[in-house]
């Protein structure tokens, strides 16, 4: 019998462990994802585009839960937050590949697969579907300029009814491609997303 080499090689391997590094379970998403705390870290982390302190985050997000002003917060109410988020939350996102959590140094950021979760989040940060306000725009735009040149009130009057009905035609083709292709880029990410969850 002959030998077979069926060993990976390096460079492959490392391709594959590097895709297994960044990919996610469900378990983990939602057990992440079912703490309130943990919601408005990323939340925060989200709107700050950037590293922050533990302090001023614990701060926020207690001045969140006790609905008030972080000016307005007890000790206690900072050192509570503050010590959830130390030992308990702050870790478990980083051991999830969601933040870069320096403990030492107390700096958070968000990483590489916070786009996981993202998904998942209502926030108001995120850009919101509303392409029917373009159509209905462009309807009433196209529809008030095709009644000015119907009642023949000037300047557009001296333009033929066909042509701007051509033009308006052809804005919704524009407009129409331009939401598929949206779409479908969309999808291409959510997809892209979806593969990285087991």
Do not use: C
Not at 92 to 121: H, P
Not at 148 to 175: D, E, H, K, N, Y
């Amino acid at each position: 019998m002959s030998s077979v080499d069926t060993s990976i090689p390096d460079e492959i391997a490392a391709v594959t462990e590097s895709e297994e590094d960044e990919r996610l379970s469900k378990d983990v998403i939602f057990e992440l994802l079912k703490n309130r705390r943990r919601r408005e870290v990323l939340a925060y982390l989200l709107d700050a585009d950037g590293t922050v302190t533990l302090g001023e985050l614990a701060e926020q997000i207690a001045a969140w839960e006790n609905d008030t002003s972080v000016n307005a917060l007890s000790s206690d109410q900072r050192k509570r937050v503050y010590v959830a988020l130390y030992q308990t939350h702050l870790p478990k996102m980083d051991d999830a590949g969601i933040v870069e959590y320096d403990q030492d140094r107390g700096l958070i950021t968000l990483s590489d697969n916070a786009d996981l979760l993202m998904m998942y989040l209502d926030t108001d940060s995120h850009q919101q579907d509303r392409w029917d306000r373009w159509y209905a725009a462009l309807s009433v735009f196209g529809g008030a300029v095709l009644a000015t040149v119907v009642l023949g009130i000037p300047p557009l009057s001296a333009v033929p009814a066909v042509a701007i009905a051509g033009v308006i035609v052809l804005a919704f083709a524009v407009l129409s491609a331009v939401h598929v292709y949206r779409n479908r880029r969309r999808q291409r990410d959510v997809d892209g997303k979806l593969s990285r969850i087991n």
